[in-house]
């Protein structure tokens, strides 16, 4: 199985602050890599595919970046609306498909 | 527009069976594959079972294999989840995604398994 490593698990920053989530696999997955926000109660949302396109309608505050194994996920500017849990995820392996554990975005 | 309903969800008790359904619109079911992942409570995203656009190929994750059933109708464009012999571990929110690269999902059903 591919593990995938996420972190921070929690981060706490001020609004317009550069935040910065990494993830890291534990074999080359090439770019194929996700990332998703997830807000309470809702469900997950497509944010960057093949580790650095923005999906359409997402903010080009959100950018991704990486390849390999080693994976960086911005938001430029951090924005109240922000406040989520991110997830990557890696579709080079079917067997299984794998997630990080998540990455919590809270306003200081 | 890309629509994506589950139902089905419970409240059951250990060892018991249950069904899940999606169903979709806004595209051409026969041509994508689907997924299901679920959440448990507080926890993160675990994906459960896959199965290919014509439903020839279907994966499992190991934590419900040989126990969960994943299926397809592209004549009623509906994915479902046959869920037998369900444990304590298997409650969570369950959803249908689309593709591999999970890019669109649906709202999710919740699926509560306790004595």
């Known amino acids: 199985d591919i593990q995938m490593t996420q972190s921070p698990s929690s981060l706490s920053a001020s609004v317009g602050d550069r935040v910065t989530i990494t993830c890291q696999a534990s074999?080359?997955?090439?770019?194929?890599l996700n990332w998703f926000q997830q807000k309470p109660g809702k469900a997950p949302k497509l944010l960057i595919y093949d580790a650095s396109n923005l999906e359409t309608g997402v903010p080009s505050r959100f950018s991704g970046s990486g390849s390999g194994t080693d994976f960086t996920f911005t938001i430029s500017s951090l924005q109240p609306e922000d406040i989520a849990t991110y997830y990557c995820?890696?579709?080079?392996?079917?067997?299984?498909?794998?997630f990080g554990g998540g990455t919590k975005v809270e306003i200081k | 527009e890309v629509q994506l309903v589950e139902s089905g969800g419970g409240l059951l008790q250990p060892g018991g069976s249950l069904r899940l359904s999606c169903v979709a619109s806004g595209f051409t079911f026969s041509d994508f594959s689907m997924s299901w992942v679920r959440q448990a409570p507080g926890k993160g995203l675990e994906w459960v079972s896959y199965i290919s656009g014509s439903g020839s190929t279907m994966y499992y994750a190991d934590s419900v294999k040989g126990r969960f059933t994943i299926s397809r109708d592209n004549a009623k464009n509906s994915l479902y989840l046959q869920m037998n012999s369900l444990r304590a571990e298997d409650t969570a929110v369950y959803f249908c995604?689309?593709?591999?690269?999970?890019?669109?999902w649906g709202q999710g059903t919740l699926v509560t398994v306790s004595s």
């Open positions: 074999q080359d997955i090439s770019s194929y």
């Open positions: 995604a689309r593709r591999v690269a999970f890019d669109h």
């Open positions: 995820q890696q579709y080079d392996s079917l067997r299984p498909l794998t």
